[in-house]
């Protein structure tokens, strides 16, 4: 297995499916909204319902890893720091800044906020690590990006700056933030433990602290449940096991520029599914975006394709 994770060859394939997976997760956490009644508003249900997904998916990694016989390999006394850290600003930190600030942010701004958080990471890679260095080419591959998701959202004669706050806009930035410090944390990390483990571990420890976040703040109602609304979280805690297991797998081995630079994909297809899955609009420049940040993606990586 380990050699899959090393081939180039599936590399590309194995970020574009964890691309896949994270933005089908988008219309199905509003599908488990409403199928569990957790209303807009409803801060203390919605980090509880993260909370239940991460903590289950950490235990189905858990679990993978003891029908393989696959240890977590602490070397020192310290790398439980890193492991604790992993767990906190990658699962903890980063959903629930996520659902804060989505809960007085509008969705188009809150997709483009987020979505810095990749390129933010490709920033810090190619300062810290030797083996990621910028380039002409990455850097028009961000842009393009960049551009990509900016199409998706802007509407012409809209005030899309209109209201930025903190608790808003700041939270959705400070999310990026963990996602792109999770990036790098996940690279150092895998040099001290086995980052298959050290997912489901993460994974676990973050569910179990947003848990309690989520039951120290309240829900405001009784949740509902139903057949469809278990499928529904079912399929979001694969979605976390698997992408999670894998992405975490991707950054342990390449260079962190060319894994986080498909984490482009997610919103614009994150919007695509959500118009074939909750049937909101689908718009012209869905597909010239989808353009836009594969051609990014191929000036990310085009030195491998040469």
């Avoid at 209303?39 to 909370?51: N, R, V």
């Avoid at 939270?171 to 980052?195: E, F, H, Q």
């Avoid at 993460?202 to 947003?210: A, E, K, N, T």
């Amino acid at each position: 297995m380990e050699e899959i994770f090393k081939n180039s060859r599936y590399k590309s394939i194995l970020a574009i499916f964890c691309a896949f997976g994270w933005s089908l997760a988008y219309p199905l956490i509003k599908i488990g909204y409403q199928e569990f009644q957790i209303g807009s508003s409803d801060l203390g249900g919605k980090i509880l319902f993260a909370g239940i997904r991460f903590l289950f998916a950490g235990m189905l990694v858990r679990g993978f890893c003891c029908f393989k016989k696959i240890r977590l390999e602490l070397k020192k006394t310290n790398d439980l720091f890193w492991l604790v850290l992993l767990a906190v600003v990658n699962i903890s930190l980063h959903y629930m800044f996520a659902y804060i600030g989505l809960g007085y942010n509008p969705s188009a701004r809150s997709t483009i906020l987020d979505s810095m958080g990749g390129f933010l990471l490709i920033i810090l890679s190619t300062i810290i690590f030797s083996d990621d260095k910028i380039s002409v080419s990455k850097f028009i591959g961000c842009v393009l990006g960049i551009a990509g998701i900016v199409a998706i959202n802007i509407q012409p004669g809209a005030d899309f700056f209109e209201n930025i706050t903190f608790r808003g806009d700041g939270m959705i930035l400070l999310n990026a933030t963990c996602a792109a410090l999770g990036g790098i944390i996940t690279r150092v990390a895998s040099k001290k433990m086995n980052m298959m483990q050290a997912t489901g571990q993460s994974m676990m420890i973050g569910g179990v602290l947003l848990l309690i976040v989520g039951l120290i703040i309240g829900t405001n109602g009784i949740w509902s449940f139903s057949i469809k609304g278990v499928l529904v979280l079912a399929g979001l805690v694969m979605i976390s096991a698997v992408c999670f297991a894998v992405y975490n797998e991707l950054l342990a081995y390449h260079p962190i520029s060319k894994i986080a630079i498909y984490n482009a994909l997610i919103p614009v297809l994150g919007v695509i599914f959500a118009s074939l899955l909750l049937k909101e609009e689908l718009k012209w420049q869905y597909f010239i975006a989808v353009m836009m940040v594969g051609c990014g993606i191929y000036l990310v990586n085009m030195k491998e394709h040469k």
